[in-house]
């Protein structure tokens, strides 16, 4: 089995990665990138399943906070139910979306300014190093330079500070990063390739 | 000590802590070490299967024999040879117990050995062979070779010493009790000699005269002056001493007393020459007592005792003292017990005893054994000043005894086979063995030898085996040793310098030496343990040891200690570095919630339009501006709706002047996010319906699963089918791509994926502020070719197109006052966090 | 205002008032309200996932190849309904076993996307336009001086390559047992970390302008509810 499964992912990277290289292989390529797609949908599906069992459980278990699993798994079988019904483009569905979803995420997102605010003030409290330094020291720079006045911009700070350092300074480290992202993930991706890495399951 | 062992066989210098050698595989330490610490005594009984084990001397090593050999062609040995000779012919020939059967054995068999000289080779006789070459083995036989010449100075046998091993030194005293009892004993020895071989011992005496000197160079006259040194002489002995000089000044005159010493001995067994001897039996007194007592004074003194016995000849006088030394006897003949009585008679009212004028043709003889007859009585028999003079006589314990041997002609004595032939061996070869002590120290004799309670137990538990070794000649040898040593120690105690030469090796030594069958018949008969029952299990060669140290190099000692610290690093707790846990504050939450709440709220609901949008276009908005104003109008194009629904008021601030610059697109919606479809209906419901245009075509293409896969599979086939893109067969046939994200990642996918296929269209992306830093690196290298990050980007690019009359717009006072209040806070906020941290972190350092 | 717009602003302004209630304190309505939001969103993602991926991508062509299709069409489409259905084994822990060469097929994929996406899309790009920073006609194209051309290129190569260098992570071990980088390689970290500081310094910036964003829109809105009944 071990082998087996190896040999699937070692076999289905090739012909992928060959058909970026070869146009013989692009057709193979289109057919087991949609196999791909159709089984990452399922996995979304599975992944939604295993979200119920382990609330039902919770649920029947009794489990402190049973009663939001509860809640949780009503609202998600609802949605679901009704989502197979009447399809996501539904405008019950839209209801849905921008009565539900959107509110609470969009107020999640506001309640992190609070955090960040708040974090950024005790930060020099927990370490006052030099890269923590420069991390605050940037940040408010940039924060103010994004800022305006009634005026117009802040001088110097929103006309040249802010601008350098975005595309000057910023780009160098993310670029660095990028780069440095890119060959751990050419490392990672060339390991399962050749089967050092089996994540799987098949080690 | 040092760090190293020089290898006594090879010289080869080995680590402290090796057992044997590296080259030669010679054992470095004794194997009588552990034995220094087992201090238990051996009760009589256990110690007869030493006595055996001098039978197998005959395979005594031959570097042993070699070293004897090389002992006697020194030309310093010479003149030991010479007292040597005399000593077989005459009287030191015959040691006391320790060294007389060693000399007859190595008279009778040079191979044989001694059982106390096998045991420090450390093994049996059985395993001799095997250590020959122990360091200690030769050392013994060396250090002896060395000292056969008594009569050199102490520093010579210091140094020597210098070559000791510890455990031999500190073999305790016992070990240099029997080491200066060899002088008494031999003495004593020689008297035994002499009874059994009246030729020589009277050619000695005819000769004695003439090798006064010669003789005085013996250790004798040191030995015994240590021995009276000591303040617990009994006064008889004094008041003897000075008898004895009243008597005859020439006494004490004699520089060398040793020599009167061994005057007086073949005195004792030779009748006929004994009257000549006069002088010199009283010589003897002093000889035997000390060397230093040879000083005027005490010498003097003691001789003046002596002649206050005007009942005795002379040479008696001098001799009662000594024999009175020589009380104590391990066990004595009945008939001398019944001479003790008159004996301890005599030498209290010194009285010549009758039986002594009727046996003996020369007084002297009768007078010298007479005294053993009082150390052979029973404790309850021997008179008060006996038993006080007893420790200092046991030194000459056997002398007397044996002394009186050739001339009373006792069954017992005649069990004493000592053939002269038996001991042609020179007796400076054993003598050295504790004579390399120095002759200063003495402490058996002075100390022990005079308790009584040491005395008491040698009269009442004197072992089995030494009286079985008065009764066997054959293991006489043996149990003489350890007889004398016992004379210094706890009574029925082995010493421990005995026990540290026991054997120790358990395997085939250990069977031998247990071995204890007793031989009836045949010439072994009467001997026990000689031969040992498993000699086919013996074994006949030393294994070869293989060390089982490494052999490693400096560069593997560093490498083997370097991962020594990487395993401990390992394994070794990581302390965490864990900050001070801080206490939540409600109150600052609560405070800049507040504050924000309450002005972006008033804000907000003013609707207020103060503050200006920003001034400056940057490069990566003005890129988008121009792709947007490049796209011709009804052109398709995609866009990717790719952000969550959390940034759905960014993204559409962000996105929606883009629309409201592009003239009537052809706009085809895709989203690699769940939720992007139904977002995108909201954009295409929401702002998009503000636009101006009425002539937007649009599709939803909806969901793509699979990320990168759904973009690359979507990049090479994009299979539409709708009606709307016609003639839409590629990705590089849209007129441009605009990705609208929230992520960075989300952005990458659409660039990396579509790199091969989208061909030279241009690609704009609207990135939330968050994502922007990250895709920016894109708009650098020129793979994308515009970037509207946030509601910055979105104000500048509003600003610029429609003149600021947009989400951004209504945003953007709120926004401005929202980063100038949280850069308010951070800096202010900050800076007192980080004044309270250098505090608290003082405070810390101030408390450690 | 339609009944659904009403019901929609209802919902929103509610649920944002539940949230921002955390403001105060973790509380059961904040928890409801997350609850809800979970629950609404997973059963949304489903029904995408159903109604967007397996309907139209392998029901539909299931069914139109067992009914129109060739032999070969349907054996093309029985594979992924067979993926499928091994992969849902995954639900249950007894058979999640296998499912081990769907995922094996999916890992497989994945990385050779991830592979030539990485290569082709970011490693020769970055790299490139790290080079083209001091490109001298591409900085004339956009009205750059010289000076600012090098001043700025320098910055960004060296701010690549110092970031780059924080993350080599190899160091040679030490006789003493102790593991330190070359000294070049420290220094260059040490300044790779002030780039990496000031990039996160952006990024926060970014996201807390993002965030304000979404603040200042959630603020808007209640606003607007509540304008709608003022």
Not at chain 2, 415 to 422: N, T
Not at chain 3, 71 to 98: C, Q, W, Y
Not at chain 3, 124 to 136: A, E, H, K, R, Y
Request: charged content about 15%; some cysteine; aromatic content about 8%.
């Amino acid at each position: 089995m071990r082998i087996f499964t190896a040999v699937i992912a070692i076999a289905a990277g090739i012909l992928v990665l060959g058909g970026y290289f070869f146009p013989a292989l692009a057709d193979i390529q289109t057919l087991l990138l949609n196999w791909a797609i159709i089984l990452a949908g399922m996995a979304a599906l599975v992944g939604i399943f295993n979200l119920i069992s382990v609330h039902t459980d919770k649920v029947r278990r009794r489990e402190k906070g049973s009663t939001y699993s509860a809640i949780l798994v009503i609202a998600l079988v609802a949605t679901f139910v009704f989502g197979l019904i009447l399809r996501p483009d539904h405008s019950a569905m839209a209801i849905l979306m921008s009565g539900i979803i959107i509110p609470v995420e969009a107020a999640l997102m506001g309640l992190l300014t609070v955090s960040l605010i708040y974090a950024a003030i005790r930060l020099l409290r927990r370490r006052a190093d030099v890269m923590s330094i420069v991390f605050l020291i940037t940040a408010a720079l940039l924060i103010l330079g994004s800022a305006t006045l009634p005026f117009g911009n802040i001088p110097l700070l929103g006309t040249l500070v802010r601008p350098w350092i975005t595309q000057v300074l910023a780009l160098g480290g993310a670029r660095g990063i990028l780069i440095g992202v890119a060959l751990g993930t050419l490392t990672t991706g060339l390991r399962v390739l050749f089967g050092a890495d089996r994540p799987y399951g098949g080690n | 000590m040092a760090d190293t062992i020089k290898c006594p066989v090879c010289g080869r210098d080995n680590s402290a802590d090796q057992e044997f050698c590296e080259n030669c595989q010679s054992r470095l330490e004794p194997l009588t070490g552990p034995l220094k610490g087992a201090d238990a005594p051996i009760k009589p009984g256990q110690a007869p299967t030493r006595k055996n084990t001098a039978e197998l001397e005959p395979i005594l090593p031959q570097w042993l024999r070699d070293a004897r050999d090389s002992a006697r062609k020194s030309a310093e040995d010479e003149a030991v040879s010479q007292i040597g000779k005399q000593s077989q012919e005459s009287f030191s020939a015959s040691n006391s117990d320790l060294l007389a059967g060693l000399q007859s054995h190595a008279d009778s068999d040079d191979e044989e050995t001694p059982d106390w000289l096998t045991s420090i080779t450390g093994n049996s006789a059985a395993s001799k062979k095997l250590d020959a070459e122990s360091p200690e083995v030769r050392w013994v036989e060396l250090g002896g070779a060395s000292d056969f010449a008594q009569e050199e100075p102490p520093v010579e046998s210091s140094s020597e010493k210098d070559e000791i091993a510890d455990w031999f030194r500190d073999a305790s005293g016992s070990l240099q009790s029997p080491g200066f009892e060899q002088p008494a004993s031999s003495s004593h020895d020689s008297f035994i000699a002499s009874s059994d071989t009246p030729d020589w011992l009277r050619q000695m005496a005819a000769e004695h005269e003439t090798k006064d000197e010669v003789v005085s160079a013996k250790p004798f006259d040191a030995v015994p002056s240590s021995l009276f040194e000591s303040s617990d002489t009994p006064d008889w002995l004094h008041q003897l001493g000075e008898d004895a000089s009243k008597n005859s000044d020439s006494f004490f005159t004699d520089a060398e007393p040793s020599a009167g010493a061994e005057s007086a001995l073949p005195q004792s067994d030779a009748p006929d020459w004994l009257s000549s001897l006069g002088a010199g039996s009283q010589e003897q007194t002093p000889s035997a007592d000390s060397a230093d007592f040879t000083g005027p004074v005490s010498g003097e003194k003691e001789a003046a005792e002596i002649p206050s016995d005007e009942g005795l000849p002379d040479w008696m006088k001098g001799l009662q003292p000594t024999e009175s030394e020589q009380s104590i006897q391990a066990e004595t003949p009945a008939w001398l017990k019944d001479d003790a009585q008159p004996s301890t008679e005599s030498a209290d009212n010194f009285e010549l005893p009758s039986w002594l004028s009727a046996t003996s043709p020369t007084p002297e003889k009768p007078v010298q054994e007479e005294q053993p007859a009082q150390d052979d009585l029973p404790l309850g028999d021997i008179p008060g000043w006996l038993k006080a003079a007893a420790p200092q006589s046991s030194i000459y314990s056997d002398s007397p005894t044996e002394e009186a041997a050739p001339s009373s002609d006792a069954d017992w004595l005649t069990s004493f086979k000592f053939p002269s032939e038996q001991t042609p061996e020179p007796q400076p070869q054993l003598p050295p063995v504790f004579s390399t002590d120095e002759p200063a120290e003495v402490p058996a004799f002075t100390g022990d030898a005079q308790s009584n309670y040491n005395m008491d137990s040698l009269f009442t538990d004197m072992p089995d085996w030494l009286s079985n070794a008065m009764e066997e000649p054959s293991s006489t040898s043996a149990s003489a040793p350890a007889a004398n040593s016992l004379d210094s120690l706890t009574p029925g105690e082995l010493p421990s310098w005995v026990q540290a030469m026991r054997p120790l090796d358990a395997g085939s030594s250990q069977s031998v030496a247990n071995d204890q069958t007793f031989e009836s018949r045949g010439a072994l008969a009467g001997f026990q343990g000689v031969l040992p029952l498993t000699t086919g299990f013996v074994p006949t060669s030393k294994p070869k040891v293989h060390s089982i140290r490494l052999q490693v190099s400096d560069e593997q000692r560093s490498q083997a200690a370097m991962l020594e610290q990487i395993l401990a690093a390992e394994t070794a707790p990581e302390p965490i570095a864990s900050f001070s846990a801080l206490p939540t504050s409600k109150g600052l939450r609560w405070l800049i919630a507040f504050v924000l709440i309450a002005v972006l709220g008033t804000l907000s609901f003013m609707r207020t339009q103060i503050f200006s949008l920003p001034v400056g276009v940057p490069f990566e908005v003005s890129g988008a501006m121009n792709a947007a104003q490049a796209i011709p109008e009804g052109a398709p194009v995609l866009v990717a709706f790719d952000y969550e629904p959390a940034r759905v008021g960014e993204m559409e601030a962000a996105a929606s002047p883009m629309f409201n610059l592009m003239q009537n697109p052809n706009l085809t919606f895709i989203s690699t996010n769940e939720t992007g479809a139904i977002l995108a209906e909201r954009f295409i419901s929401g702002p998009l319906a503000d636009t101006d245009q009425s002539g937007i075509q649009r599709l939803n293409l909806g969901y793509l699963p699979g990320g990168q896969m759904g973009i690359r599979a979507f990049a090479q086939d994009p299979e539409f089918t709708f009606p709307q893109l016609e003639g839409v067969t590629s990705l590089s046939q849209f007129a441009a791509l605009i990705i609208i994200t929230d992520s960075a990642d989300s952005a990458r996918a659409w660039i990396e994926q579509t790199s091969s296929s989208r061909g030279t269209i241009p690609v704009v992306v609207f990135s939330s502020a968050q994502s922007a830093p990250m895709i920016r690196p894109y708009y650098d290298s020129q793979q994308i070719t515009g970037l509207v990050s946030g509601l910055y980007g979105s104000a500048v690019f509003e600003q610029n197109m429609s003149g600021g009359s947009g989400i951004s717009r209504n945003y953007w006072d709120a926004y401005s006052v929202g980063m100038l209040l949280a850069m308010a806070l951070i800096l202010g906020g900050g800076l007192f966090n980080l004044a309270l941290g250098l505090r608290d972190r003082a405070a810390s350092r101030e408390e450690k | 205002m339609t009944t659904l717009d009403l019901i929609t602003a209802i919902l929103s302004f509610l649920f944002t008032l539940l949230i921002f209630s955390y403001l105060i304190g973790d509380n059961p309505l904040f928890r409801i309200a997350v609850y809800i939001f979970v629950g609404v969103s997973s059963g949304y993602i489903a029904a995408i996932a159903w109604w967007q991926v397996i309907w139209p991508r392998l029901i539909q062509p299931l069914i139109s190849a067992m009914l129109t299709g060739s032999l070969l069409e349907k054996g093309l489409i029985f594979v992924p309904l067979l993926g499928a259905v091994l992969i849902l084994m995954k639900a249950s822990p007894r058979l999640a076993g296998m499912s081990r060469g769907v995922m094996a097929f999916l890992v497989g994929v994945g990385a050779a996307v991830t592979i030539a996406g990485a290569v082709m899309g970011t490693l020769i790009p970055q790299v490139m336009g790290t080079i083209n920073s001091f490109d001298l006609a591409s900085a004339s194209a956009r009205n750059i001086s010289l000076i600012e051309v090098i001043f700025n290129g320098a910055f960004v190569l060296a701010g690549t390559i110092f970031t780059l260098t924080y993350f080599h992570f190899g160091a040679r071990a030490k006789v003493d047992g102790s593991t330190r980088r070359n000294g070049l390689i420290e220094i260059s970290a040490w300044a790779g970390r002030i780039f990496i500081g000031i990039t996160l310094g952006t990024v926060f910036a970014g996201v807390y302008a993002a965030a304000l964003t979404a603040l200042i829109e959630r603020i808007m809105s209640l606003f607007n509810f509540l304008g709608n009944f003022l």
